[in-house]
C-alpha cells in the first residue's frame, strides 16, 4: 500500500476535470494507495479525514474518506440533493495543509455511488459528513477550497488560525445555518 506524493496548489491537475470510473480493479488499486497517502498525511499533519484522486495525481471520480472511524470508498459519485441550508466553516485541504479558507456548504447532501464491488449505493450526510464529501467533491471538478471562499478576508494560514482561533475557542466564528 503505497502512499503517493499529493498534488499541491498550482498543479494544474487540480483544476482538471476527474473521468469517470470504468475499471473496478483499477478502482481498488487507487483506493489502496488514497487510504495509505490519508494515513501518512495524517501522521505527518495531525489531520485528515479525506482525499481524491485526483489529489495523488489519477483523475478519477473516486474518492475515500475516513469519518468517525468509518471507512467511505466512493467511486462516481454524482449529488442527487442538496439542501437550500447552509453552514459557514474553515476548511482546510492536503494540497494547502498551511491554509484555512471560511466558506459556506451545503448543511446536507444525498448522493449516488458505487462501491468497490460496482454496486449502487446512496449516501445521505448532514453537518461535517456533508461538508467532508461536498469539499472532495468539488476536487472531481477540479474545483478547489479557495474558490468557495466568502470575500477576501477568509483566509488564514494554520499558524495564524491557531494562534488567533484555537487559543481562544469562543472567538471562533460558529457554524450558521440559514
Not at 487510504?35 to 474518492?63: C, D, M, N, W, Y
Not at 471507512?71 to 492536503?94: E, G, T
Not at 491554509?99 to 448522493?111: D, P, Q
Request: proline share 8%; net charge neutral; with cysteine.
Amino acid at each position: 500500500m503505497p502512499a503517493r506524493r499529493i498534488l499541491e496548489l498550482g498543479d494544474p491537475l487540480l483544476r482538471a476535470v476527474s473521468a469517470p470510473v470504468v475499471d473496478l480493479w483499477e478502482s481498488r488499486l487507487i483506493l489502496r494507495d488514497l487510504r495509505a497517502t490519508l494515513h501518512q498525511f495524517r501522521r505527518t499533519h495531525g489531520f485528515g479525514r479525506g482525499i481524491s484522486g485526483v489529489q495523488i495525481g489519477e483523475p478519477k471520480r473516486i474518492i475515500y474518506l475516513e469519518f468517525q472511524n468509518q471507512p467511505y470508498c466512493l467511486i462516481n459519485p454524482s449529488r442527487q440533493f442538496q439542501s437550500p441550508a447552509m453552514i459557514r466553516l474553515w476548511d482546510d485541504c492536503f494540497s494547502f495543509p498551511n491554509l484555512l479558507v471560511y466558506l459556506e456548504r451545503a448543511a446536507s447532501v444525498s448522493i449516488a455511488f458505487q462501491d468497490p464491488a460496482g454496486q449502487l449505493r446512496r449516501l445521505e450526510a448532514a453537518g461535517a459528513l456533508s461538508e467532508l464529501i461536498q469539499h472532495e467533491m468539488d476536487h472531481l471538478d477540479g474545483i478547489l477550497a479557495i474558490d468557495r471562499a466568502i470575500d477576501r478576508h477568509s483566509f488564514c494560514t494554520r499558524p495564524e488560525f491557531e494562534r488567533r482561533f484555537r487559543q481562544a475557542a469562543p472567538a471562533i466564528p460558529p457554524p450558521v445555518v440559514e
